[in-house]
């Protein structure tokens, strides 16, 4: 706010003439006689006068102080995520999780590189700021380094996103076979294809009244049993036998029957495992992220049953 100066202007003309009637003109008080002196035209001045607690800025020796400002602190993701695991609400994922949902609950988040929080007790999101003053205390007493928090727009759950579905992809690992028989089967001996059951994988992620949820969920596999044939494809994991069949020669409902052995030698079965990958956001929107897949191959052996027979 610039000084308001209030201009006092004192003019000297006539000043004695004014007095003169009043007994104040001279000196001996009694002469009515001497006229009066005359007063030549005296110089005008001009006074400035200055509202208490603003300062003038055409005094050179006088300096305005300046207001601190306020700057958006800086952060990373990775260093969000630090204070989080400070306050212990990431939780981390080790090794397959299967039909688990992970839950996580986030205070603190990067956006746009600066450092913001949602704020449970007041129901707000927050920027976070610190100060910067042109002199050591600014008159409202906030310093250089003096740090804030203030009320900013809510954030889309979308930057939620990349963290959950990283996390609910990272488990996934390439098929584990449960094939039966496992790794060796006689000639015309039906076979049950199958892989270790794993998912869905469901990971979500809370950040005040925002969520994003990420599913992964193996759909089908695919057995390539080495013979040129198409591959099997069964959905989910397959079907593993169950104790019911164990004595049966039948293959499976997503099964396959060699007939022919392998010659002493063995050939490579390829077992591939696709996995599709949905998300869903707490402002209605929904989506899927290109399909994982993964694969892994097992040495198989297929034997002729030798048969001793003795006439009479």
């Not at 204070?83 to 603190?108: A, M």
């Not at 380094?145 to 727009?153: E, F, K, P, S, Y």
């Not at 889309?156 to 609910?168: D, G, R």
């Not at 696709?274 to 707490?282: G, I, N, P």
Request: hydrophobic content about 35%; proline content about 10%.
């Amino acid at each position: 706010m610039s000084p308001t100066r209030l201009k006092v202007v004192i003019v000297l003309v006539g000043l004695l003439a004014v007095l003169a009637p009043m007994g104040l003109a001279s000196a001996d008080g009694g002469n009515d006689n001497t006229p009066p002196p005359t007063v030549p035209e005296g110089p005008t001045i001009t006074a400035v006068v200055t509202q208490p607690g603003e300062t003038d800025p055409g005094d050179p020796g006088e300096t305005v102080p300046v207001p601190c400002a306020w700057f958006n602190t800086g952060a990373t993701e990775e260093h969000a995520d630090n204070l989080n695991d400070v306050l212990g609400q990431i939780i981390g994922i080790i090794g397959t999780v299967t039909g688990t949902q992970i839950r996580i609950t986030i205070t603190f988040f990067s956006q746009n590189g600066r450092l913001r929080a949602w704020n449970e007790v007041r129901a707000r999101f927050e920027q976070h700021q610190t100060a910067n003053c042109s002199n050591a205390t600014e008159p409202g007493g906030v310093s250089t380094g003096d740090t804030r928090w203030v009320a900013v727009l809510p954030p889309s759950p979308a930057i939620l996103l990349p963290s959950v579905t990283e996390q609910a992809t990272k488990p996934i690992t390439t098929p584990t076979p449960t094939l039966s028989p496992a790794n060796r089967a006689p000639v015309n001996l039906g076979m049950w294809l199958a892989v270790q059951p794993s998912g869905p994988i469901s990971v979500r992620a809370d950040l005040g009244p925002l969520w994003a949820e990420t599913t992964a969920t193996m759909v089908t596999t695919s057995f390539d049993l080495g013979t040129g044939e198409a591959p099997i494809v069964c959905a989910g994991h397959g079907t593993p036998i169950p104790d019911s069949e164990k004595n049966s020669i039948a293959q499976g409902p997503c099964g396959y029957t060699y007939t022919s052995d392998t010659n002493g030698d063995t050939l490579d079965i390829t077992i591939t495992s696709t996995w599709t990958v949905t998300w869903a956001l707490s402002d209605g929107t929904t989506g899927s992220e290109p399909d994982i897949v993964v694969s892994a191959v097992l040495p198989y052996e297929v034997y002729e049953i030798q048969t001793v027979g003795t006439g009479g």
